[in-house]
């Protein structure tokens, strides 16, 4: 049984690119969320996708945008990169229904990404 | 808003020892979860126990426990008979409708 998978495992910007990051949930999971860590940090909420709508949001920019397919794979797009866009990106998928924290979420391996 | 408190930047225990990982939150919510996460150099977030706010009994997941005080909004983890493969670093989160981590603890184990 596969877990959440990301891709790529790695990857370098400058600033003003845009960066498109992939996320296959866990075999039978419908909900997708993804979280931003900083170096040193803990994961901070971006977003959380259910039934291919955004259902929650934390506090980030409209830079910040997603995206779910109808396999409940989703993308996470980062427009007008900032140097304080490097970060870890993590994706977590779960069972949708009982809100974001209802259900356990299980993590990918993340997306290291560096804006230079 | 919610915030969650990690007081420990790092924590060191002797292998088969025990130790207790500090986490405290504030929330004005009366349901909600609380996690504590294990991510280890590989970086891959791992569950290592849940506890709903509206139970009042503490949760267990073998070696370890927490110790929940929801009037105090203090939240710890226990680790029993520690391993070398404990070592990591062991993040605290609040979860309603949104998911809010501490900065972490970095807990090391020695032989």
């Known amino acids: 049984d596969a877990g959440v998978t990301q891709s790529p495992t790695h990857l370098i910007k400058t600033r003003g690119q845009q960066v498109t990051l992939r996320c296959s949930p866990k075999s039978g999971h419908d909900t997708v969320s993804w979280y931003q860590q900083a170096l040193g940090q803990g994961p901070q909420f971006i977003f959380q996708?259910?039934?291919?709508?955004?259902?929650q949001r934390g506090n980030f920019p409209d830079r910040f945008s997603g995206h779910q397919f109808p396999n409940y794979s989703s993308e996470l797009n980062v427009n007008a990169l900032l140097l304080g866009d490097s970060a870890l990106y993590l994706c977590?998928?779960?069972?949708?229904?009982?809100?974001?924290?209802?259900?356990?979420?299980?993590f990918g391996p993340g997306t290291r990404l560096t804006v230079l | 808003a919610q915030t969650v408190t990690q007081s420990q930047p790092e924590m060191s225990v002797q292998e088969a020892e025990t130790v207790t990982l500090s986490c405290t939150y504030d929330t004005s919510e009366s349901d909600y979860y609380l996690f504590w996460y294990k991510q280890p150099p590989s970086r891959q977030m791992i569950l290592v126990i849940r506890?709903?706010?509206?139970?009042?009994q503490n949760a267990t997941e073998n070696r370890f426990s927490v110790n929940f005080q929801k009037a105090a909004k203090s939240f710890s983890l226990k680790i029993s008979d520690s391993q070398l493969g404990d070592a990591a670093m062991y993040f605290c989160?609040?979860?309603?409708?949104?998911?809010?981590f501490g900065a972490g603890t970095r807990l090391t184990v020695k032989p």
């Open positions: 506890q709903e706010a509206y139970k009042q």
């Open positions: 989160a609040y979860g309603d409708n949104d998911m809010r």
């Open positions: 996708y259910y039934e291919e709508e955004e259902r």
């Open positions: 977590a998928s779960s069972l949708g229904g009982a809100g974001l924290a209802g259900n356990e979420q299980f």
